[in-house]
């Protein structure tokens, strides 16, 4: 491009240009609607506008005492058993403690035979069977609705009921061949 053509094309630009500005400095820069709306703004009805520094301080001041619960877990926290002064008490003074409910059991014929992994990660996957049906989950995973996978290991499987938060292991069966004849 010659220098001719560039200063042409200064030219027209500047043109254009001016003729913006032109038409931005006379329009005016709210649309009437917008302006009927700020005109007819109500204040809300504040009785005492000030600060109440007394409630401020008294917020500032509380502290938070945590119930046991963490706000960030589906399952329920165990409730806590209120402790006993065995020098102070001559008989029940609640009701009787129980016993810790039995870990939970995968169903009746449910049986964890083997892991895998997959060649392109470091996921392990186990196999379950329940007779004819065959079960192929990973860690995280839930089985059934009602157990979360929580570790494969080589020889057992790490589960948890997820309703009750319980875990427990299952080890590894070796499927049984038939005799040889």
Known sequence: MTQKNQIMLLGVLVL??????????TT???????VLSVQNYQLLAVENPQLHRDK????????????????????AAPKEQPQVNKAAS?????????????????????????????????????????????YIVGEGDTLLGRFRIVKINNA??????????????????EEQSAPPA
């Open 16 to 25: 254009i240009m001016a003729v913006v500005w032109y038409i931005n400095r």
């Open 28 to 34: 005016s820069p709210t649309s009437p609607g917008n």
């Open 56 to 75: 401020m301080e008294a917020a500032q001041k509380t502290e938070y005492h945590s119930m046991g619960r963490n706000p960030f877990s589906e399952v």
């Open 90 to 134: 001559r008989g029940p003074v609640g009701p009787p403690v129980l016993p810790p409910p039995p870990p939970p059991t995968l169903p009746g014929n449910m049986k964890f035979f083997g892991y895998g992994t997959i060649p392109n990660g470091t996921l392990r996957r186990a196999f379950l069977s329940d007779g004819e049906e065959v």
């Open 156 to 173: 057992n499987l790490e589960f948890e009921e997820i309703a009750t938060g319980r875990r427990n292991t299952v080890t590894m069966q």
